[in-house]
C-alpha cells in the first residue's frame, strides 16, 4: 500500500470582515427590493394600480429610511474603527 501525497498549493488569506461587508450589502439590497416590488405588487393585485402607486411612494419612503439608517450605523463602524 502505498501513500500518496499531494503538495498543497498555500491559499490566499480570507478576508472574512470583507466577506460579511459584502453579504451584508446584498442582503439589504434584497430586502429592500423585496420590500418594495413584492408590496406594491401585493397591494396591486388587493386593490389596484391607483392605490399601488400611493404604496410605493410610501414603500420607497421606507426603503429611504431604512438606507439612512444603515448609512449611519455603516458610518458610526467605520468612525469606531471596524472598517
Request: proline share 4%; with cysteine; aromatic share 8%.
Amino acid at each position: 500500500m502505498d501513500i500518496i501525497i499531494c503538495a498543497m498549493k498555500p491559499r490566499a488569506p480570507t478576508d472574512l470582515r470583507k466577506m460579511q461587508q459584502e453579504t451584508n450589502r446584498r442582503l439589504f439590497a434584497l430586502v429592500i427590493i423585496v420590500l418594495v416590488f413584492a408590496g406594491a405588487g401585493l397591494i396591486a393585485l388587493s386593490y389596484g394600480v391607483g392605490p399601488a402607486a400611493v404604496g410605493l411612494v410610501c414603500l420607497l419612503f421606507g426603503a429611504c429610511l431604512l438606507g439612512l439608517l444603515w448609512l449611519i450605523f455603516s458610518l458610526i463602524g467605520k468612525w469606531a474603527g471596524a472598517e
